[in-house]
């Protein structure tokens, strides 16, 4: 028998035990089964009797870290419940919220993790050889469908039941189902673009029967669409990429010849598309004037062929892998033309300002999804002796983590709610040109902010933030995406200057007659944030001043640090201003101050360190020589 004796001593344990008769010590040896090729000794015999070896044969040890647990994701966001309190607070769209984040921690973020863990395949051909180019998707993919169209992800947008404000409703709901919809937002997001166009040029046929569908609450009727724009050389020069030639039928309709050479979310119903109409000798006009926009279905015939499409392969992605994207050969699709003829790239306008905003809720979605986890993990994870939570530099960390999510969602927001005011007619002149603007600026920055705050995210959980069947990893691979779909950071910073260039400046002004920062005079606490932000403001001005008296090319260089600069004043003011209403707490004002501690207007800045001066071929030489100095 073995005698256990306990010595206290302070605060450590001793244990005493004494050995067991032989006889005891005889049986255990019986009892065990060494390791093959190794006899365990007595004095092992004996202390796995007593119990004291824990890391022996199956014994792993006792301590198992807690995982990170997703809660509500509306209940645990304050700055979305103050925001909606503030500018709709309507008891209907906070349940309805409320409800559909408890089913997103309990039910729908386990259905994303299966679209990860499952991905899309192709099936080229059938049993018997014939080509039939299935994409099998999982159950958890088409559930996220059926679930897209019972919660009104897009419907919300064109059913407008609650005015200017629907916009703002329907993007909080896919804020709290993006991270866990195993990217399902993506065709979402084309599906609204497409829904957007059509409502544009008119809902009439053949696209009547089309838009009731992408814009339906009933699952059973419910449709996608696709986006099938990028071709070989094309990414976001469309114009000169596009290759793909629409053949006029005789019954009005077309057929395209091309290739597609990424095609998102390629098992949608229909898809709309760029191509260039061949006159009766076979030519077409190049360049963006020779394009149109094309309208088709993606169906099948009676022997289970896709009707004019041959799909080559799915793309493998670095992340995006629950989404089937793939390369397309059109051969004959049939299609019918949606604008006029030579129209395409301005009828994909509105496309893309939809689009873009997707793009953005997607960035803010993740940046908050990461932190919700962290914060909880802080609250579990001991190190050092204490919890997480409790290293101040820890949260530190998070606190500035929170401060570029806070500031995220708030632009994005405020880019939801003008659109909301253009589509409800509404909107002033003012308002129309702050949207115009702001769609690419809110597009890159958040875009960026997505993947710096996300790994920083991944950081805060250590080594498991690493392991890929944590799913923490999945958040930052799929948040790379998000700074190069629908234009890279630099496509869209040039494309901040094509507007201020087309709109003659107005832009610029409406920008800087803004009154964002009107409440705060009576904030005496928010003072060395206003007059941050409005230092910003004169430091941004003189620049344009200057800049409007240089070459293209000075603004070109500029482009990028004036698109950040944009984004960082107006944020300042929006955290501001959000601060000074009447429901506010001190995080926000708190929030507001740690914001406007960092360089709002950089673009100032490196102009006055002669930046944009004329250095490209310096910038060449220290990319490209690399040779080596004798």
């Known amino acids: ?44 015999q004996l202390w796995e009797a007593a119990g004291y070896l824990p890391f022996t044969r199956a014994r792993i040890g006792s301590f198992f870290q807690e995982n990170p647990v997703l809660k509500n994701p509306f209940l645990e966001d304050a700055l979305l419940r103050g ?35 499952n991905p899309p395949r192709l099936v080229h051909f059938d049993p018997w050889g014939r080509r039939v180019d299935h994409i099998v998707t999982s159950l958890a993919w088409k559930r996220m469908k059926d679930l897209s169209a019972q919660e009104g992800l897009v419907a919300i947008g064109y059913e407008r039941s609650f005015g200017e404000w629907s916009r703002v409703y329907q993007m909080s709901k896919l804020y709290l189902f993006s991270p866990s919809s195993g ?59 596009t290759e793909t030639v629409a053949v006029p039928q005789t019954d009005g309709s077309y057929k395209l010849h091309g290739f597609k050479w990424f095609t998102s979310a390629t098992d949608a119903d229909m898809t709309l598309t760029l191509a260039r109409v061949q006159d009766q000798t076979g030519a077409t006009i190049p360049g963006s004037k020779g394009l149109s926009l094309f309208y088709a279905e993606v169906s099948r015939d009676e022997d289970g062929r896709l009707r004019g499409i041959e799909v080559q392969r799915l793309k493998d992605k670095l992340g995006t892998r629950q989404m089937p994207t793939a390369e397309l050969l059109l051969d004959g699709l049939p299609a019918h033309r949606l604008s006029v003829e030579g129209r395409g790239v ?20 993740a940046m908050r999804r990461v932190l919700q986890l962290a914060r909880d993990y802080a609250s579990r994870r001991t190190a050092f002796g204490k919890l997480l939570k409790d290293h101040p530099l820890h949260m530190q960390t998070l606190a500035r983590m929170e401060v570029e999510s806070r500031g995220a969602f708030l632009l994005v927001m405020d880019v939801c709610r003008l659109l ?37 995210g991944l950081e805060s959980f250590g080594g498991q933030g690493y392991i890929e069947d944590t799913g923490l990893p999945g958040i930052l691979r799929d948040a790379q995406v998000l700074s190069i779909w629908e234009g890279t950071t630099n496509v869209l910073s040039l494309d901040v200057l094509r507007c201020v260039a087309r709109s003659s400046g107005m832009v610029l002004h409406a920008y800087f007659d803004q009154s964002l920062l009107a409440g705060a005079s009576s ?25 409007a008296t240089r070459a293209p090319s000075y603004l070109e260089l500029a482009a990028r640090d004036l698109a950040y600069s944009l984004a960082r004043i107006y944020t300042g003011a929006l955290l501001i201003d959000h601060a000074c209403w009447k429901g506010a707490s001190p995080s926000d004002t708190y929030a507001a101050l740690r ?21 490209t071929s310096l910038d060449a030489a220290l990319i490209f020589d690399q040779s080596v100095q004798g």
């Open 523 to 547: 904030v005496s606490a928010l003072a060395p944030a206003v007059k941050t932000v409005v230092d910003a403001l004169s430091e941004l001005e003189e620049f344009v001043q200057i800049a």
């Open 1 to 44: 028998m073995i005698k256990i004796r306990r010595v206290a001593g302070g605060s450590c344990r001793l244990w005493c035990i004494t050995p067991p008769p032989l006889r005891s010590l005889i049986h255990i040896r019986s009892a065990s089964v060494a390791e093959p090729g190794r006899r365990r000794s007595d004095e092992e």
């Open 183 to 241: 990217l399902y937002t993506c065709p979402l997001a084309m599906t609204d673009g497409a829904a957007k166009v059509i409502q544009s040029i008119g809902v009439s046929q053949p696209v009547e029967e089309a838009y009731s569908r992408l814009t339906t609450r009933q699952p059973e009727r419910f449709w996608t669409s696709g986006q099938w724009m990028t071709e070989r050389q094309g990414g976001s020069d469309v114009g000169n990429g």
């Open 595 to 615: 914001w406007c501690e960092q360089d709002l207007c950089p673009v100032a800045q490196n102009q006055r360190k002669g930046h944009y001066d004329s250095n």
């Open 83 to 117: 925001y909606l309190k503030r500018h709709l607070p309507q008891e209907g769209i906070f349940s309805d919220l409320s409800a559909f984040g408890e089913h997103v921690a309990k039910e729908v973020d386990g259905w994303g993790r299966e679209c990860e863990v």
């Open 346 to 365: 301005a009828s994909i306008a509105n496309m893309l300002t939809i689009t873009r905003i997707h793009n953005s809720i997607s960035a803010a979605a």
């Open 420 to 456: 909301g005011r253009e589509e409800s007619g509404v909107a002033t002149e003012h308002d129309a040109h702050l949207l115009r603007l702001l769609t690419p600026v809110v597009k890159l920055y958040t875009g960026k902010q997505a993947v710096a705050v996300v790994s920083e």
